[in-house]
């Protein structure tokens, strides 16, 4: 059980940095990112790819956010004068480009066929010793991921971003140019998903494309819609109420037998969905928003 338990809480603190790269982008300066998948795909492969080859783990993860955000600039360049729902549209069209490279790029990626046998993060320790550590880095590094988030959030910058997120005519007005910080913006939140690949990539150590479907962006946008948007702390306990509501459905089939796997995997999309309506209707503003507004 304490296994489990552990495994549990890696993929939620995984799910936690896919999240705090979100709420920056979304919650603080408006970007509405359909594609943010794509960006963690980057940072799995590309994390898993070098790591194969021989290179340290340290300089594979660095190098999964740094191509994780590289990725991100040209999308930038290209869709950030668009409209918003523009924007969402090219976002989402990007992640799922990136998906059918990673399927078609046998020679890079192996294809369907995955990358098996990355290697784990402390592979010199064994059973829950290895899991414990991996944790601890994990909460370490969301740590420090929230906290420059909120360094971000208090400082004139972060000021800009909620100036953009509001009212971006006004901020065109006062002699600044909110395309640069939306772009910005977009590199460092998906160098945050990169990273978070990297992390899930050597905890898993087989990746295949089907783990980085559009469905990952929509439990990311769930669990900051539950938590709070623009909250670092709705962040994270969205995270945990989306884990929740993920893992604990698992156990629908202990009430209710002669549930197939097949049916079981439609009534937890169900049940999360479910949540996420009663929060859309009754809690619109999340766990940690403003209780003022509705």
Known sequence: MDAYLTAIAIIALIYVLLSLGLTLQYGLTGLINFGHVGFFAIGAYASAILALNGVPLVLSFVAAAVLAGLAAWPIGLISLRLRDDYFAIVTLGFSEIVRLVITSEKWLTNGVQGLPGIPRLFGNLTGTTAQVAVLAVILAT????????????????????????DNEEAIKALGKDPARFKIQVLIVGSALAGIAGAFYAHYITYIVPDQFIPLVTFYVWMAII???VGRISG??????LLMLFLEGSRFIRDVLPGISEVEMASIRIGVVGLMLILFTLLRPQGLVGDYTRR
């Open 142 to 165: 969301v740590v420090v991921g929230a906290w420059m988030m909120r360094r971000i959030s208090k400082s004139p910058f972060g000021r800009v971003l909620e100036g953009i997120r």
């Open 235 to 240: 962040a994270i306990l969205g995270t945990a």
């Open 226 to 228: 539950m938590g709070g």
